[in-house]
């Protein structure tokens, strides 16, 4: 536990460094953070999976700034994570730390963004500007060594960026079939858009397919079949981040067992024998009531900042307390909103 928030602590305080000197100057994290954050746009719209991106490329980050620090503790150089351990020897420093610090990080954040990203959809693109910013930065692509006991910061860089690698290719993600689901089945037939009526629905409380003529994802991008699979329902499979045995639930459907961590319950469900689910269908109609707000001619002005969303002590766990937390009219919920402004956040006083 200590070495976790030692880990929170030390990248709160990066944040907040590179927060302040964001309008000087862009460090090396916030250019690569620019890549991925763009690699992630261009490609198909899966939250889970970018999820994890963002953990492996932070982690490499952090962990490559900590190698060269003689205080901090790398989260995955060194250490065994999840039954994976990541060797570490150490790395000397000959030249000036902060350019071994931008060298390693450079050389970890190609090689993991061009591995995770060579199947994009916009892989052409995306793979000719990390060449492109590596070329401005003056680092040979073709270097690929992993050998760092010389001191190389570049093959460090490469040393832990084939670890994390390694360890995505048996982390529970199914990456080296494209993160395909493995055992869930929908009980449900597909319905077809196109088509009237839903007549072939066997459970109103399990999850059903949609079939288009062709689906475009939320980033713009085609789909390559035109009815989505359940997008990971089998992600708690997969190795967590600050997350414990004692944060999951386990549930076993039709000889598979399925991992949910902080579970937050069973949703309403309807009694399809009587008909009667009444906090079921309250939930769609407040989706439909909320929905009736999507008109781009609304001149309604909503405030949406962490002024006013947000800093919830409790969640109601009864239908009733649902139905006066949520607005049911004017959308929105009981959020109290947050009252740190940014000046607050760097200050001492607010962390008492």
């Known amino acids: 536990m200590d070495k976790i928030l030692h880990i929170k602590t030390a990248l709160l305080t990066i944040f907040l460094f590179l927060s302040s000197n964001t309008l000087s100057a862009h460090t090396i994290a916030r250019e690569w953070n620019e890549l991925l954050l763009e690699s992630i746009r261009n490609d198909f719209a899966r939250p889970t999976i970018h999820a994890r991106n963002l953990y492996h490329s932070s982690v490499l980050m952090y962990d490559l700034w900590a190698a060269y620090d003689q205080v901090s503790v790398p989260f995955f150089l060194g250490q065994t994570v999840d039954g994976f351990y990541f060797q570490f020897n150490g790395i000397s420093t000959t030249n000036p730390v902060q350019q071994q610090r931008e060298t390693a990080i450079s050389y970890g954040m190609y090689r993991l ?171 769609f109609e407040l989706v439909s009531s909320w929905s009736a707000h999507m008109d781009s001619a609304d001149p309604t002005i909503l405030d949406i900042s962490p002024a006013s969303i947000g800093n919830i002590s409790t969640y109601p766990s009864t239908f009733t307390g649902m139905q006066s937390f949520y607005d049911f009219t004017n959308g929105g919920d009981a959020s109290p909103g947050h009252t740190y402004s940014r000046k607050c956040l760097q200050s001492s006083a607010c962390h008492k």
Request: hydrophobic share 35%; aromatic share 14%.
């Open 113 to 283: 963004l061009v591995h995770r990203f060579s199947n994009s959809p916009a892989a052409s693109t995306m793979l000719s500007q990390y060449d492109n910013f590596m070329a401005s930065l003056g680092h040979n692509i073709n270097f690929t060594s992993t050998d760092y006991s010389n001191g190389s910061a570049a093959a460090l860089g490469n040393y832990l960026a084939d670890q994390i690698i390694n360890f995505g290719l048996q982390d529970g993600s199914n990456e080296i079939n494209g993160y395909a689901n493995t055992y869930y089945s929908p009980i449900n037939p597909s319905m077809v858009i196109a088509l009237p009526g839903n007549p072939n629905l066997v459970d109103f409380n399990r999850w059903q397919p949609l079939s288009f003529n062709f689906f475009i994802d939320q980033s713009g991008n085609v789909f390559p079949t035109n009815t989505p699979d359940f997008l990971s329902p089998e992600w708690g499979d997969v190795s967590p981040f600050c997350l414990s045995d004692n944060d999951k639930t386990v549930y076993s459907r039709s000889g598979n067992d399925y991992q949910v961590f902080h579970d937050p319950g069973q949703p309403p469900l309807l009694d399809q024998s009587t008909g009667i689910g009444a906090a079921y269908k309250w939930g």
